[in-house]
């Protein structure tokens, strides 16, 4: 055989090995793609995120023993502040955060940031679940404060202190604090005392006119919700509470807590708001 049969031969089987190669590398591709595509279609069984609304006299650190077991548990979580201003204008806010969330949405209020989430879900497709921890759940024309005194055993008036404030178009409110020597038992008897001595000092006011104000939208109408009921609960009557979460049909629950029982009891919140989740991604 001489040089030039050795080089069409070399080069006959270089091309046939190129070929293969090819075709190899086609069907790698292929098969790339189609797992791709059934990547892209399979069901995402990512946790919803949780987002946690306070309520009046509280601020988002009211939430921590709540956050520190959702994020343990896998689950994200956002602990946005309420204004605490206006019925309308907190919805309004809380709202546009929703928007700003991707994927399913568990929201929790508590307190008064129950009226607030009642407000705000609605038309927000991925809110999944409603839990009402400790919280009003008004029906269009109801306000947080005629819930409370729909049943006799608040406490809470004689406790504020109202303290006016200037109105950006002129004119005042009126914001309600909760006297400092008056907190721990109006709000939370059942946490340490260091604990609510610094709840009294750090709390957020709510503009008397929010707990006035009426509601206009009831999201609890057309989205699940849960209920935790505390039995103890100075600030909203329990009877109040059973109201509410009947009338909405809730899946509820009770326990023998203050109106603070995200601090005083996280876990027994955190196992109703994962109740809440678990039934909304099966």
Avoid: C
Avoid at 113 to 139: C, H, N, R, T, W
Avoid at 215 to 232: F, G
């Amino acid at each position: 055989m001489n040089v030039n049969t050795v080089f069409r031969s070399t080069r006959t089987s270089a091309v046939a090995l190129g070929a293969v190669a090819g075709v190899a590398a086609l069907a790698l591709a292929a098969t790339a793609g189609t797992a791709d595509a059934t990547a892209a279609h399979r069901p995402s069984h990512q946790k919803p995120t949780v987002v946690l609304v306070h309520g009046a006299f509280a601020d988002s650190s009211s939430w921590n023993g709540v956050v520190k077991r959702l994020q343990r548990d896998g689950y994200p979580v956002v602990a946005p502040a309420n204004p605490l201003r206006g019925l309308a204008s907190d919805a309004a806010y809380l709202h546009s955060v929703l928007n700003t969330v991707k994927g399913p949405i568990v929201l929790a209020g508590h307190s008064y940031g129950g009226a607030v989430m009642s407000q705000a879900a609605v038309g927000v497709s991925d809110v999944k679940a409603l839990v009402y921890i400790a919280a009003f759940a008004p029906e269009k024309g109801e306000s947080a404060l005629g819930l409370s005194n729909k049943f006799p055993g608040s406490t809470l008036g004689p406790t504020l202190n109202p303290v006016p404030f200037p109105l950006p178009g002129g004119g005042s409110g009126t914001d309600l604090y909760i006297k400092a020597d008056k907190f721990h038992d109006q709000f939370a008897a059942d946490v340490p005392t260091p604990v609510t001595d610094l709840m009294a000092a750090t709390q957020r006011p709510v503009a008397a006119s929010a707990l006035e104000e009426k509601a206009t939208q009831a999201a609890w109408k057309t989205i699940p919700s849960w209920d935790l009921v505390t039995t103890q609960d100075k600030n909203i009557p329990p009877a109040a509470q059973r109201f509410m979460a009947q009338r909405a049909h809730a899946h509820t629950a009770e326990v023998k807590a203050s109106h603070a029982v995200s601090v005083s009891q996280p876990g027994a919140v955190t196992r109703l708001i994962e109740q809440a989740a678990h039934a909304t991604t099966r």
